[in-house]
């Protein structure tokens, strides 16, 4: 079965640590992955794609198929990165879903 | 510039009575997605259409049913609401192709 496994339910660095944000995926085709991000009171967008290989807010995330990992990074981390993350796998076929991992909160202070 | 709204950002609603939760699309997208989201558990998959008038179960099912009589719209109906029904719902919908999706910004629904 398909799933995502975000390992850390909250994550606390302080502003100019890096920062680094576990996702493992289970799934034995060729897998999309995604990560999104939703601030305080906003809703939820889409930060980055693996097929894209952007950097988006300085954000990179390389996907490892032989550690079926997608994890999300950035050198220095802002006080505007604090927000809840979201990885999500899809699976390259029509009439399917993204599934998603349980988030983890991204907290950084000065 | 929004594209996916929700036509109700926060709702109250008794047990026991039916809930609309609508969903507008203007993208053209043909798949539609509903989603709960709650604390330490992300978001969990209730119901999604890929064309006008199909609908697919999620992983969450029980005790809703939706409706896409059109393109641009896909209703979350809850038959009948009760308290563990009380969450953030998004919608969300996707074209075809490798994009991702584009959320509304959530209906709270609390059900007392």
């Known amino acids: 079965a398909q799933r995502v496994t975000q390992p850390e339910k909250l994550l606390s660095v302080f502003k100019g640590a890096p920062v680094e944000l576990k996702c493992n995926y289970s799934?034995?085709?060729?897998?999309?992955l995604f990560w999104y991000v939703q601030y305080s009171r906003q809703r939820l967008q889409l930060l980055l794609r693996?097929?894209s290989r952007e950097s988006i807010k300085g954000f990179t995330a390389d996907l490892n198929k032989g550690e079926t990992s997608f994890h999300l990074k950035k050198p220095f981390a802002q006080e505007e990165d604090s927000a809840m993350y979201y990885c999500?796998?899809?699976?390259?076929?029509?009439?399917?879903?993204?599934?998603f991992g349980k988030g983890t909160t991204l907290s950084v202070s000065s | 510039d929004v594209k996916v709204t929700q036509s109700s950002r926060y709702l109250v609603k008794r047990t026991g009575e039916k809930v609309f939760l609508e969903c507008v699309q203007d993208?053209?997208?043909?798949?539609m997605f509903w989603y709960r989201q709650d604390p330490g558990l992300g978001l969990r998959l209730i119901y999604f259409?890929?064309?006008?008038?199909?609908?697919e179960k999620g992983d969450i099912p029980e005790g809703y049913s939706v409706s896409r009589e059109k393109k641009e719209r896909f209703s979350l109906i809850l038959e009948s609401a009760s308290t563990n029904q009380t969450s953030m719902y998004l919608c969300?919908?996707?074209?075809?192709?490798?994009?991702?999706?584009?959320f509304g910004s959530g209906t709270r629904l609390t059900v007392v």
């Open positions: 799934y034995s085709g060729s897998p999309e």
């Open positions: 259409s890929y064309d006008v008038k199909m609908k």
């Open positions: 999500a796998l899809g699976v390259n076929q029509a009439g399917t879903a993204l599934i």
């Open positions: 969300a919908s996707r074209g075809s192709g490798t994009q991702g999706y584009t």
């Open positions: 993208m053209d997208h043909e798949n």
């Open positions: 693996h097929i």
